[in-house]
Structure formats: structure tokens, C-alpha cells
Nanobody, 119 residues
Framework: VQLVESGGGMVQPGGSLRLSCAAS????????MSWVRQAPGKGPEWLST????????YYVDSVKGRFTISRDNAKNTLYLQMNSLKPDDTALYYC?????????????WGQGTQVTVSS
């Protein structure tokens, strides 16, 4: 199993970025997926989850209306479109695979991609 994030970078407040997570080594379409971030000096923060088919999505309140999670099962890729970025969004962003036991835990993580929001 491999998850590889990309698309991070430095952006000014109010800007946008689109993160991608390329999945391999497993049947991507069979697993719900999430984005999680970790800011410097803080613990991991769950951001969003998408179900296997992409029809159901969930967000933490702090990103609702600004971030959009999506997936392309034909391309084995997970996305996070981030708009109206704020300095507080600065963090290392990870994609993670949810286990299929319904317990809401993660069994695989990517290496992360850095997002820095600064003027």
C-alpha cells in the first residue's frame, strides 16, 4: 500500500491549492479516505472524509465551505481543493486510508505535503 500526496506549497491568504493523493497497492475504490493535517506544535486534525463511491463527504467545521474532498476511482486518486486559505491552514497535510471495519481508524498514511499560507 502506498499513498503519495502532492500539490502543497506556499500561497497567500485567500489563495487556493489543490492537493492530490495517489494511491497504489490496494483496491482504492473499496476504501473510504480522509485528509488529516498537523500544524507545527499541534496534534493531528481530521479535516474530511469521503466514502468509497464519492457520494458522501464529511468536513470539520473549520474548513466547511472552503475545502472540497473528491476522488477519482478510475485514477486511484484522492483530492482536496482548498479555497480561501488562511494562515491557520498552514500545516502538513496527509491522506489516510480508513480501515474497513467501521471503527473510524486509519491503517495507512502518506508522507504528507506541506501547505504554508503567508503573505
Amino acid at each position: 500500500v502506498q499513498l503519495v500526496e502532492s500539490g502543497g506549497g506556499m500561497v497567500q491568504p485567500g489563495g487556493s491549492l489543490r492537493l492530490s493523493c495517489a494511491a497504489s497497492g490496494f483496491t482504492f475504490s473499496s476504501y473510504a479516505m480522509s485528509w488529516v493535517r498537523q500544524a507545527p506544535g499541534k496534534g493531528p486534525e481530521w479535516l474530511s472524509t469521503i466514502n468509497t463511491g464519492g457520494g458522501s463527504t464529511y468536513y470539520v467545521d473549520s474548513v466547511k465551505g472552503r475545502f472540497t474532498i473528491s476522488r477519482d476511482n478510475a485514477k486511484n486518486t484522492l483530492y482536496l481543493q482548498m479555497n480561501s486559505l488562511k494562515p491557520d491552514d498552514t500545516a502538513l497535510y496527509y491522506c489516510a486510508r480508513l480501515t474497513d471495519d467501521g471503527l473510524g481508524t486509519y491503517d495507512y498514511w502518506g508522507q504528507g505535503t506541506q501547505v504554508t499560507v503567508s503573505s
